[in-house]
């Protein structure tokens, strides 16, 4: 069975504070890596992807990827109150049927002002 | 420009009634094609996917059914809802090229009474 596993939370943060989400995975052969946000009674937001080690730059988030760990992050700086919401981590592998994403169940955050 | 429509946007039906909730994609071809359910504070459980015309795969057994009866429509039926068939529906497609990242509509938010 290949799961996604996230903190559910939830983390509270500051105004103007990193915020940081973590995420693990079970499958090894998974190639691409996802963040959404989710705003109550809203459908996801894709906000990041990365397929390679390192680091990812997009304003003011970060997602970094660690393969050999099976560890995804995502860094939001100078977090704003407008952050807060779920955010979900998803994972890509290829199935015989095609890709398929996997979810994670998603971490709450509350960012303070 | 690429933009996926659902509805109806909230339904409301007693237990035993039939479903159909449809999704339609634009400014793409052959996308993949995803149906989630979201309970209520929960993740996303994928129901079904299609990589193609006729072509659906059932992720977990259930009283739901999905066709795919043209290249941009994909739609979501049940002969008799049951209670638990309540929550937030979510139609996705798939970009099939580099990162594979999905893409999510709007939602149907369905309560089964």
């Known amino acids: 069975q290949k799961e996604v596993e996230q903190n559910s939370g939830p983390l509270s943060v500051p105004e103007g504070a990193i915020a940081s989400l973590n995420c693990t995975y079970s499958?090894?052969?998974?190639?691409?890596f996802f963040w959404y946000r989710q705003y109550s009674g809203k459908s996801p937001e894709l906000i990041m992807f990365i397929y390679s080690n390192g680091d990812k730059e997009d304003g003011r988030f970060t997602a970094q990827l660690n393969k050999a760990s099976q560890y995804v992050s995502l860094l939001i700086r100078d977090s704003q109150p407008s952050d807060s919401a779920t955010y979900l981590c998803?994972?890509?592998?290829?199935?015989?049927?095609?890709?398929?994403?996997?979810f994670g169940a998603g971490t709450r955050l509350f960012v303070k002002a | 420009s690429q933009t996926i429509h659902q509805w109806p946007a909230t339904l409301v039906q007693p237990v035993g009634s039939p479903l159909s909730l449809e999704c339609t994609v634009e400014g793409t071809s052959n996308p993949n094609l995803y149906w989630y359910r979201q309970a209520a504070g929960r993740g996303l459980q994928l129901l079904f996917y299609s990589v193609g015309i006729g072509q659906i795969s059932s992720e977990v057994p259930q009283n739901l059914s999905a066709s795919r009866p043209q290249d941009r429509q994909f739609i979501l039926s049940s002969k008799k809802l049951l209670l638990s068939d309540s929550g937030f529906y979510l139609c996705a497609w798939m970009e099939t090229g580099h990162s594979y990242e999905q893409y999510f509509g709007p939602g149907t938010r369905l309560t089964v009474t």
């Open positions: 499958d090894r052969g998974s190639q691409s």
């Open positions: 998803a994972v890509n592998s290829m199935n015989t049927g095609g890709f398929k994403t996997i």
